[in-house]
């Protein structure tokens, strides 16, 4: 199964905190960077943070320090812990490889910052 799966978006009040999570086949992550990604309406979509088969991480300037990416290997697993959120990180968050490939899009998650 090639494809993609996000889960654990929804509503949350600014300064709170949500994990967003990616599960897929073990092609998609094997050996490769993964990334996730996220869409405001009427904007392209932007790359959020990235982690390496090593673990290795980086983050959009914007992010830093709130938001951090893992990967689980062995359960071809990645997440994304989003603390301190702010109106602005409202967007469909997506993940994908490093760079990103076409037919692994799923249909993401909607992440919405309150005031």
């Known amino acids: 199964q090639r494809q993609l799966v996000e889960s654990g978006g929804g509503s949350v009040q600014a300064g709170g905190s949500l994990t967003v999570a990616c599960v897929g086949s073990?092609?998609?992550?094997?050996?490769?960077?993964m990334a996730w990604y996220r869409r405001v309406p009427g904007k392209e979509r932007e790359v959020v943070a990235r982690?390496?088969?090593?673990?290795?991480?980086s983050y959009e300037d914007s992010v830093k320090g709130r938001f951090t990416i893992s990967r689980d290997n062995a359960k071809n697993m990645m997440s994304l812990q989003m603390n301190s959120l702010q109106p602005e990180d409202t967007a469909v968050y997506y993940c994908?490889?490093?760079?990103?490939?076409?037919?692994?899009w799923g249909q993401g998650t909607l992440v919405t910052v309150t005031v």
């Open positions: 994908n490889q490093w760079p990103p490939a076409r037919p692994f």
């Open positions: 073990g092609s998609i992550f094997r050996g490769n960077t």
């Open positions: 982690i390496g088969r090593d673990g290795r991480t």
